[in-house]
């Protein structure tokens, strides 16, 4: 499907979400249900029938590993950069710079792109994202969060492990990489009941991107938020590039490796930042900004590169 159809049928959902909102038929509190819906249903349907049928080869393999090896590039100089900010903020601006919102981002207009081959390689790049987001991110949260009780004080394996085991999506993925493995074929009824699930799972997804759409920005939150996207996009692009210029695998494979690196922040932030006492309000306007900014940049590098 041509891409520029599919971001312009992309953004008409995303507009019709942000309406919904707006006249008050849908509130962000039925976003976050839509959500659990597409993390615990949608999502991993599409991600089992995706994996159910693709060879696992070893160019696929690397995709988790740049995913983690990215983020562990951010850290050092995110540190150094933050290095004099206030503990509070320091955490979550840490915990901000590293992770992408993939599933509830990117799959729905990479599958109408370039179907199961673009999502065989987004779902991979995912497997690492989602340990850089509940082992990294997460455990910078918790080592400048002055919120947790004293006998919390100390981050135990415990915590991150219940941490992997409740997102659905993962386990599922570990799961499809198994049967994939084992070489089981699943049923054709277990197939068609998949296939009708993931279907769903692109309105959906979409819909949510718009019922999230916040402009109320504070100004006060302006300067560190353009610190963190600054890190963000800047560590994306260079990365992003020299990937597509210079890994020698096919133009697809090298471009969603770019794509993925300027993917927006993770959903998870706005809900570590409550466990942990930071600002709700910054990780929000944080998640809505690059949602959006990540969305037209997906445009612009999918259109440049012409990898529709």
């Known amino acids: 499907m041509n891409a520029n159809y599919v971001f312009l049928i992309s953004l008409t959902i995303i507009f019709i979400g942000f309406i919904i909102k707006k006249i008050g038929i849908l509130k962000e509190e039925h976003g976050r249900i839509i959500a659990k819906l597409i993390l615990n249903v949608t999502l991993p349907a599409l991600i089992l029938e995706v994996f159910s049928n693709i060879e696992i080869q070893p160019t696929l393999i690397l995709l988790p590993l740049i995913a983690l ?30 992770g992408f919102n993939i599933g509830l981002f990117a799959y729905p207009m990479i599958e109408a792109i370039w179907g199961a081959e673009g999502m065989e390689y987004i779902i991979m790049f995912d497997l690492g994202n989602s340990f850089v987001v509940f082992i990294f991110s997460y455990t910078l949260g918790f080592i400048y969060s002055k919120d947790m009780k004293p006998e ?63 402009f109320n920005f504070e100004k006060s939150n302006w300067k560190n938020i353009i610190k963190v996207l600054l890190i963000r996009y800047g560590f994306g692009f260079i990365s992003g590039i020299l990937i597509y210029l210079f890994l020698p695998f096919e133009k697809i494979y090298n471009a969603l490796i770019f794509i993925a690196l300027i993917l927006p922040i993770g959903m998870s932030a706005i809900p570590f930042s409550v466990e942990f006492g930071y600002d709700e309000r910054i990780a929000s306007s944080l998640v809505n900004l690059t949602n959006i900014i990540s969305f037209f940049l997906m445009w612009l590098v999918v259109s440049l590169l012409g990898i529709s």
Request: no cysteine; net charge positive.
């Open 69 to 98: 090896a990215h983020s562990a590039l951010i850290i050092p100089f995110s540190l150094l950069f933050y290095r004099n900010a206030p503990i509070k903020k320091k955490g979550l601006f840490l915990m901000t710079t590293i």
């Open 152 to 214: 919390k004080d100390k981050l135990e394996v415990k915590t991150i492990l219940k941490r992997i085991v409740k997102s659905v999506p993962l386990i599922v993925l570990f799961l499809a990489l198994i049967i994939n493995l084992l070489g089981v074929i699943l049923p054709i009824f277990v197939m068609d009941l998949l296939n009708i699930l993931s279907q769903a799972n692109m309105a959906l997804t979409l819909l949510i991107l718009g019922i999230f759409i916040n």
